[in-house]
């Protein structure tokens, strides 16, 4: 097996694409698409997002410390890119989109009505690390849409057809290859 040796870089993917919303502190809402997202601890549950401080949206997620993680899906494919790469110093990209805010329970930021599940989120430490900060923040609210649950209240979230990104371009999920522990489960 030969491999080339490059210099070093970013190369973990696919990673999670995600439309981060917002609202400053005069209300006005905005939504950033934000790939470099991840979870970080189980209890409390938390996330990070990592945000360049150039960005519109850095100085509305610092000074009011909430934001709303909605997950992405094919569906949401256009919208998921547009919202990356227009500037809400520009436009609004709730009305550009068609997307539809709903207020959230736990932040003044809104949820994005179309996405499967949204988390409402509050920043508890911001990290200056180089070309972005990361915002870490605890999970305060979780809404998952009702129609991708079961008969048995389970939640499917590959029904939403959930996208992810990889090295400039987005993909779908694909099919299932097992589950976790599969490896080591006995056959009867």
């Known amino acids: 097996m030969e491999k080339e040796i490059w210099k070093p870089g970013n190369m973990l993917y696919p990673l999670p694409v995600v439309m981060v919303s917002m609202a400053d502190q005069d209300g006005r809402n ?10 970080i601890c189980t209890n409390p549950p938390m996330i990070s997002i990592s945000v360049r401080p150039e960005r519109y949206s850095f ?6 410390g909430e934001f709303v993680v909605n997950l992405t899906t094919r569906e949401l494919a256009f919208a998921t890119d547009y919202c990356g790469v227009k500037s ?7 009305k550009e989109t068609g997307l539809t805010p709903i207020p959230g329970n736990q932040v003044s930021a809104p949820l994005i009505g ?23 923040a605890e999970v305060k609210s979780v809404h ?18 959930p996208i992810v990104y990889s090295h400039g371009a987005y993909y779908t999920c694909g099919e299932q290859l097992g589950t976790f522990g ?3 489960k006995r056959t009867r």
């Open 59 to 64: 100085p509305i997620l610092r000074d009011t």
């Open 144 to 161: 998952a849409d009702r129609k991708y649950m079961d008969g048995k209240n389970k939640f499917h979230l590959e029904k939403a057809d």
């Open 114 to 136: 179309e996405s499967p599940v949204n988390l409402e989120c509050k920043v508890c430490r911001i990290l200056p690390l180089g070309s972005h900060h990361m915002f870490l």
């Open 88 to 94: 809400g110093r520009e436009v609004d990209k709730f």
């Open 182 to 184: 599969y490896s080591v």
């Open 30 to 39: 905005n939504i950033i698409t934000i790939a470099w997202a991840g979870t």
